[in-house]
């Protein structure tokens, strides 16, 4: 059996090879349980990657990995040829991996506007002293930041832009998800990972949410983004290639008809045949 | 057109009126000598919120006045501000409280960049507080330091043990922070009783009063005919020194700090993924917190010319505290209000000496049953002045440019 299988693809000339994204071996284990289990997976520039499996396939945690929120026990990932390996996560997001959550995590007392411009946290330059003496240079920084978020919320819901100063809290569910994905967004990270975007939504609203990613697509000059998703209509309509984890292992990969067509994946999530 | 013009007085001099009339009931809840001035204050202002709560409009519309003339509200702020040393001429005690309210307020600020900005329990405020008032009494004491050195001094040195004491604190959360700084309060409590050169449990004697270039703050204020008691001097000092902080501290709330703050404050994974370096700024905060805290303590010193151990106990660790949440976390105003509230009140209490704790802890769990989130609450962060700012310094020349064109001609 093929340890690697993506080198292996390699070799076939089955995956790009420019890739902005890619993990080796990527292993962790809670005392005995091992959460995942040498995972190689790459992504290139300006692909969307699926990445599916049952509950508890440890695809939340490859995310919380490559974010730097846990430690790997053994591998190593790498973004644009860097090792992240050991690095802290606020570290992580300043090399430009942005990430949004499952459970929507909003602080729900500030305004969507504050919820949005942590984003961009690292690039600003105004700290202690300027906001303390010298108010204009902030001033013009602020400005300039918040047409930026504002943009971006016409990108999504035009009404966003005319309740920005109100708290996050009042927010319908789609439009927290958009509001988490705009912080993800403003600070223009290389790699966009999305925990099950999807999640507690009708079908209209899964609907636009599809239409929301395309379009930020379309926005970023194609953003690499890994996607986790339960979903299949969502992942059959908007990623190119899917990868499916199972017991913290990767079971298959390809596009998602072949992928669908898996034994090993239908029995991970229906069972096996009688 | 006289009518006009007497309509555009009437929004300043209403705004005014009210102004005059919150601070004589506060001038009169401290200076009337009964203790039912308390229960009638109490019933009256009830009353009032009462109204304006079955009513909001009437609320609103003394909202909108107040935002309409923002420039009148601060004069009658500033100018009622300067006149309370005249309002206590002949109760020098009053006025000693009021100072002390002042104290706390730049205190309380200091802890509110801690508890109410992000998120971190310190209940250490008076070990710091002690640590800011000893090191001015020493220096002044041992090294006949001038007051106007010891102070900063007192912050800086405050600041520095903080970023000393973060290296046991910076890994725990929540109720275990909160456990670890109660430990901290003790040891210093403990050390400064222990140790000789802190006086012990005698504390430190005889530390100069504040004087600067010659002039003593212990001379009575004379302004033309009237003479003011010398409390007035520190009052109005500190006066100054406490809007300094509360503008610090407002400006930082109004900014990418403040910002920062509040979303580690609400949600540390996402600060973490967003790039902040939670560790970094819990230090700073705690180090800049503890220093105005440190700030006050080293006024303090030279306010009273006397330190002991017992002043820095737990329990001013938890006044300050209940300052900050019964006042309003991360709310510059509402900490202000705390304080007053809440320093003079006990002081206004002594008078029934026996049920002062019993009545003033009832007036407490009253008003967090009322006023859950403490009198002004959290409010939503609202850039629109900066970005205001920004615009209008686009359609302004640079003084450089100005300079640039003169030399030019």
Redesign the interface.
Known sequence: MDTNPSAAGEILGLVPVDRVFWTDNLSISFGGLVAVERVNMQVSYGEILGLIGPNGSGKTTFFNII???YTPSEGDFFLEGDSLLGK???MI??KGI??T?QMS?L?????I???V???I??R?K???L???LR??R??????GV?EKALQLFRVFNKELVDHA???AGSLPLIDRRRVEIC?AML?EPKLLLLDEPSAGMNPEEKEELMKDIRTIQGASNGISTIIIEHDMAVIKSITERVIALNYGCRIAEGTFDKVSRDPELREAYLGKQV | MAKEKRKSLMGPVSVLALEAIVYGLFVALLLVPTIWIIAAEVALVGGIVFYLWRRPSSGKRIGELFNAHKKTVWVGIIVLILTTPFCMAYSPYWLFIIITAGLFTIAALGLNLQLGSTGMVNLAGAAFYAIGAYTAGLLALNWSWPPWLTIPAGAVVAGLFSILLFIPIFKTTGSYLALVTIALQFMVVILLDNQEWTGGPQGLRNIPLFSIGGYSFTANLRIGPLELPFYANFYYLLVLIAAAVAIVCHRLYQSWVGLTLSIIRDDEIVAKTSGVSVVRWKMTTFALGNCFIGLAGAFYSHLVGFISPPTFSFERSLLLASIVILGGMDNVMGIIFGALLLIILPEKLRVISDYRFLIYGIVLVIMLILRPKGLFPFKVRDFADLVGMARKKKGKVPWTRILQRRVRS
Not at chain 1, 107 to 111: I, K, N, T
Not at chain 1, 138 to 143: F, G, H, N, T, Y
């Open positions: 974010t730097g929120l802290p996560p606020h997001a300043r942005a990430r959550f995590r602080c729900l007392d500030l305004s506007l504050d919820n411009l942590i984003g946290h690292y600003q105004s700290w202690l300027d906001s303390i108010r204009r902030l001033a013009s920084e602020v400005a918040r100063g109100e708290p912080r600070g």
